[in-house]
């Protein structure tokens, strides 16, 4: 990855970025499929080593396309543009909605053809094309007809598998990047069913779609399979999760907001729980127990061997500890009692205190609660090491999903695809954006009294999230509540620094499915530790049924992947 | 009730645990059910409030019931899934009874093999990509017959009518044969008529099984507005949960992703549920009787 030219990034490089400019020569990706794939949908990773693969940061560095950064948008809270390899950037935020959105392109992105796109949804389908004006009124903006597949966000990967292997494939398909994890093959069907995109994004080549060439070269890095570009992605924030609060009876009762040690996070725990009140402190936040633990996001390099994160000490130190904040119940009854327990209704009411969630749970919940108690507030602990020392905090891939082009699609209808996606990937700020996502000013939507896009009736009915899928764009922070905006990046630039190197930055890896399907069943064994129904001694041999049952073959083909590499 | 006179009448204490036990029964099916009402008709802040299913009634609302049939969405999924669930139910109940009968007659040409083929589907499924290719290449996709013709016909459903047309007994159908009756005579006059209480049940068996499904339908249906009312209902009941961790910012997040409320998610399980509660009590009581009758005489 070259350095982003100095000046043109749309988010200004905080200080901690640049004292980070040293490892710009590994340049590269790190698998957060873990992480991923711990809050995925049921239905477990396909079972198969097929598919494993690895290709190292260096050969994709020629594949990918220039970045030129769009200037017409510049945020009012700056992010962090990330020069870590395969981490993506923060891209900063916006304190309110830009009044007067400007218009992204000069020219009619189509040219009058007609397509079909495959999208997940998760939520109530949309009425379809000839019943829905939203649709006509994009697809007149963009000057062709796409006509929308709407299909399931959570069984999308067995439709997406079956057309895969049917070759019934649509002219544009997305493919969320943790559903790709769970197919076994996906290297061979990509090659078959899609078109390279390489000849028309590689290098300079990408002008011709200014949008395009505004995605950061990490997350066009995570669309390369087989040494080819094959599909548009659409980038990640960096974070997966953080430890979220309620501020606002944190602030009524003066309660400590900054533990700086795991014990100090506990007691704090001891203090403010109050089961005859009903007040919990937390929900179930093992996943954030894992970095405060300086558990390693999945593997650990050291004296030569690979050692993954259930076979490190400080996995059963978090064992132990979790155990303590169940088995004193400073963790909800519900949530301990069963796996359904609906942790954002639970902190809504405030039976719960500090919970786990992306950083969008926050503007949800905020969404949710803020019209009707005006007081509501959320914060977000700062990171730290449960010893004091220097906290370490896990990152996301790259890029979250893909749209593909269909194989066998002529060139210059090739070409209008790509000029549609680059008119999808247009940024907040931007006409196309508000087109796209909120439909037709006073139609659709309307301005409401704190200038935020509110959506009519009309627009609640044929208003769904599709032309969003295709492509992708800088994620802003672009929410309606400028406190919790502005805390919201504050947190994620001050924890930029923190963020874990693991052996394989620089390398494309895709999870060889045994060991992928192996996470689950063993991951609900340490549950079993942590709820108090194991002794915490039963640790060492649940790794031991791990490695047995893949684990070390995993750590074989890992050792290899860094051989390959050059690094071991 | 009327006790067998040489029956003892049952003591009070047995009555008495008779009583506590059924009631307790009654209690935990009952209890679920109100909470979920309750729950689908409490406003936000009551479901706030009480942090999860609602017990103690609060402020009461339809509002969860008017946002989902708002958009005519949810009503045209109805209309789907009632024209799906009739049709499918005629038509597998007219290839099971016609497949079972003629499986059932010794005389049938090739009965035993064929009636082994079907026995071998319990034992093995299609599996997810034989099947989308066997209605893809049939030109199903995006057709309602997608819905109905791969579950036409279900292998237990087709062997419990068999074994129960098997036990009519053969006089009755040899005594037609005499007075000139052919088959399908037979059957429509004399078997069918016999056998309400199996039909009725498979009848209900198949119905239920139209009505819940949505896995085909997210399978073969790429239109939305053909979508019956279970995946529509399914896709409220995940709003919001995009798998995007960690993305704030825009994914599925245009205006409308506020997670559903527990109680238009309640207010879904009432509606999946209400057709099923209404059909039962009409069916209930050929239920044991027809199912045990197929059953037992093999």
Redesign the interface.
Known sequence: MTPPPQGASTARPSTQATTRRGFLGLVGLTAAAG??SA???PGTPRPGTGGATAAAGDKLKALTPAFVPFDAIKPDLPGTRSTLPGVPDI?GGFSSYPADPVPALTRKAGRGGSY?A?TP????????LA?NSYFQAVNADIGATLEF???????YV??A???L??R?IPDLMCI?N?EIDKMADFNKAVDQAFEDLTPYLQGDRVKAYPLLANLPTAAWQWSIWNGKLMGVP?P??????ALLYRKDLFDENGWNQNPRTADELYRLGKEITDAKA?RWAFGDIHEMAWPIFKVPQEWRYEGGKLIHKYETPEWELMLEWMRKLFAEGLIHP?VAGSKG??E???I??G?ILVYRD???G???LL???RP?NPGFALGVLPVFAHDGGTPIMYH?TAA??FTFIRKGTPKAQVEELLSILDWCAAP?GTKEYELA??GVKGKH?TLGSDGV???T?L???E???TY??LGG?P?????PFPDAAKA?LAWQNATFPYIEKTPFDGIRIQRPGKYAGLQVPTEDKFTDIMRGRRPVSDAKQIAAEWRRDGGDEARAFYLKVLRDNGRA | MNAASWAERPSLIGRTGKAVVLTAIVVAVVFPVYMVVLTSLST??A??????LVTVPGEMSFAAYEELF????VTRAVLVSLGVTVAGTFISLTVTTLAAYGLSRPGSLLHRPLLFLVLLTFLFGPG??PK??VV?GLGL?DSYWSLILPVAVTAFNLVVTRAFFLSIPGEVTDSARVDGASEFTILRRIVLPMSRGVIAVIGLLYAVGYWNAF?DA??YL????K?PLQ??L???V??????????????????????P??AIQMSIVVIALVPVLFVYPFVQRHFTKGVLIGAVKG
């Open positions: 992480v991923l809050c995925s949908p891209s079909k495959m949804l998760w939520g109530p389908p949309p009425p379809g019943s597949q709407i299909t399931d966000g959570v069984t067995d439709k598998i079956a057309r292997a049917a019934d969320p943790w659409y990640t924030e960096p974070f997966p999760y009903k519900s327990a609906n954002k209704e639970l809504g009411a039976q992306g950083l969008g926050w503007k949800e969404q949710q609660h009707k996301n979250g999903l907040y996502n909120y939507f896009p509110k959506l009736d627009g609640t009915k208003v769904a999230y969003g899928f764009r994620l802003y922070v672009d929410w919201n | 936000q802040e479901v706030t409030r009480a942090g999860g708002a958009g005519g969405v997810l990509i989308y290719l893809s996709i896995f997210v399978l790429n239109d939305t507005a979508w995946l529509v399914r896709q409220y995940y709003q919001g949960q995009s798998m995007f961790v960690g993305q704030s910012a825009d994914a599925a997040a245009a205006g409308r992703s506020l997670p409320n527990l």
